[in-house]
């Protein structure tokens, strides 16, 4: 039976690896939990998709995923809105319940002219590597200073199965000055522990880091990235 949010979108990029027409490649945090780190909650999907796929009917194609899922499930969906954003991406608000409503999920494409080679296979989805989605999650951290962003960076760099290939790592653009950035956002939270705990203590999302063991999982980040 699925209770959580997690285990419904593994079944949902089950179904993506059987018959995947337009070419999603998965990305994001759920994507790096899912496939790479199994290390929390997540409650959102994110794919690219190349720009020749723009015009497909995406929203057909997920209704027909949920509703392969939820009749085999027992449960139910309602879809709250869909719509391109003015940057041109795809996006998808939906609401699945069993007894109750779960969290909100969103299903967002983005749209790329091209892909890079080192994309991991999984059936007929394809998904980013490890050093990729790192990568993203220094951005994200630098853009936006989420807890759980750094929740992804310091269990990336603590997994040993698979690991970080730092060589790889070397060639993303500007990876040193988002290491630097990321280093930073870290010093900013240890002057201002306040918001680090206040941000945790909102999130609906489970993680195995809480307000006892951050400030230490947060020191052991910070000095893996130096």
């Not at 285990?7 to 496939?35: F, M, V």
């Not at 041109?88 to 999920?105: A, E, Q």
């Not at 970080?164 to 522990?193: F, R």
């Amino acid at each position: 039976m699925i209770s959580n949010i997690i285990s419904l979108l593994r079944e949902i990029l089950k179904e993506i690896e059987k018959d995947n027409p337009y070419g999603l490649i998965g990305k994001g945090g759920t994507i790096l939990a899912i496939y790479h780190l199994n290390h929390r909650d997540s409650q959102d999907l994110d794919f690219d998709c190349l720009t020749e796929n723009k015009d497909k009917d995406f929203e057909t194609y997920f209704k027909s995923i949920f509703d392969k899922v939820t009749k085999e499930h027992k449960l139910k969906y309602r879809v709250n809105k869909t719509s391109f954003s003015a940057t041109g991406r795809f996006h998808m608000n939906v609401i699945f319940s069993t007894h109750k409503d779960l969290p909100p999920t969103k299903m967002e494409v983005n749209f790329v002219d091209r892909l890079p080679e080192d994309l991991i296979t999984l059936g007929e989805i394809k998904f980013y590597p490890l050093e990729h989605l790192f990568f993203q999650k220094l951005k994200a951290t630098c853009d936006r200073k989420e807890i759980k962003d750094l929740i992804d960076i310091g269990s990336a760099l603590k997994s040993k199965e698979p690991t970080l290939d730092y060589k790889k790592l070397e060639t993303y653009e500007n990876i040193t000055a988002l290491i630097d950035g990321t280093i930073s956002i870290i010093e900013g939270l240890e002057k201002n522990p306040k918001e680090w705990k206040e941000e945790l203590a909102a999130t609906e999302l489970k993680f195995d880091i809480n307000e006892k063991n951050f400030p230490q999982f947060k020191n052991k980040t910070k000095a893996e990235l130096y």
